[in-house]
């Protein structure tokens, strides 16, 4: 049995690609009734919260490998690891990001606190390193709908973009049959470098009309994805890695995508493609 918990962009679709596959796959959610087309697709949906170790206990029966990936809130995800390591589990794959202990954005400490402490479990394990989800896009979308503009601080800076389904490929891919896989560390991204011009001339293409990129300060980014909706400490982490991409730190691309899948990795244009819907 695998386990991914939870169940947001990458772990939904690693649930799905693990059914494809015919692999038996439990997957823990606060709220099943989000989860009811993965139940359908034969996932077992385990009820629970990644603050309440007993309910990770109870989805850890039986597992032999998990997906892990979340919110990266070190609390929370070193619960997972605590729960692997008292079951047994054989395999863990973290998603992660370019973590690290000195960097000044919070979430790849955090990061860097989660590893470490798997590292210390002596649970074999895989971290899957992303570059950017392309998927990111998507929280454009009502500003693109209402504005036909959207802005970042990442100024003209370039991304190694990468599909989220291609991640939760390599997650599910790895999961089921980790053996090759433990004490690796990949670092996905797309096929290509992609800037915030680069976005807005794929997106005017695709929809038939024109999208505006505008540059934004860190402060005014910060304050126009918290004005969206998005809560304060993480506009201000997203807006301060997009100020660093803005000097080139998202700018790398690497084959491990390919290499592990045997396939090209999504297009940035794949992706929009795919996703015409969500803009129009
Ligand atoms: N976005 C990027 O560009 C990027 C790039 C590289 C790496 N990453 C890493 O990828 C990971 C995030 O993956 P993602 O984007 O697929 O996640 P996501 O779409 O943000 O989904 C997060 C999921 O976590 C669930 N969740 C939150 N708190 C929970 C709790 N207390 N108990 C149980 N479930 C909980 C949410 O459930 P609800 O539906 O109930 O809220 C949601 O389904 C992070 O480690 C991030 O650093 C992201």
Do not use: C
Not at 31 to 39: F, M, R, V, Y
Not at 114 to 127: M, S, V
Not at 187 to 209: E, F, H, I
């Amino acid at each position: 049995m695998i386990l991914v918990t939870t169940a947001g962009k990458v772990g939904a679709e690693t649930v799905s690609l693990l059914r494809d596959r015919g692999m038996p796959v439990r997957v823990l959610v606060r709220n099943p009734a989000k989860a009811a087309a993965l139940a359908e697709a034969g996932a077992e949906i385990a009820e629970g919260d990644l603050d309440m170790p007993a309910t990770i206990d109870e989805a850890m029966t039986g597992v032999s490998a998990v997906v892990l990936v979340s919110p990266a809130v070190p609390a929370q995800e070193l619960n997972v690891v605590a729960s692997a390591a008292r079951a047994g589990v054989g395999h863990v794959v973290k998603a992660t990001s370019k973590a690290s202990a000195d960097s000044p954005i919070a979430r790849r400490r955090w990061q860097a606190e989660i590893e470490a402490g798997l590292a210390a479990r002596g649970i074999p394990h895989t971290l899957l390193r992303s570059n950017a989800y392309m998927q990111n896009v998507l929280a454009l979308a009502p500003a693109i709908a209402s504005s036909s503009s959207f802005g970042s601080a990442a100024r003209n800076g370039r991304f190694g973009l990468v599909d989220a389904r291609d991640v939760a490929a390599v997650a599910a891919k790895i999961a089921a049959s980790p053996a090759p896989h433990a004490g690796q560390t990949y670092w996905l991204t797309g096929p290509g470098l992609v800037s915030n011009y680069d976005v807005a001339a794929v997106l005017s293409k695709q929809l038939g009309r024109t999208i505006a990129y505008r540059e934004l300060t860190l402060e005014a980014n910060t304050a126009a994805m918290i004005k969206a909706g998005v809560p304060e400490q993480i506009a201000q982490m997203n807006a301060q890695a997009f100020s660093l991409a803005a000097d080139g730190d998202a700018e790398w691309i690497t084959d491990d995508v390919p290499s592990l899948l045997g396939r090209p990795a999504r297009s940035f244009e794949q992706f929009v493609s795919d996703y015409a819907t969500a803009f129009s």
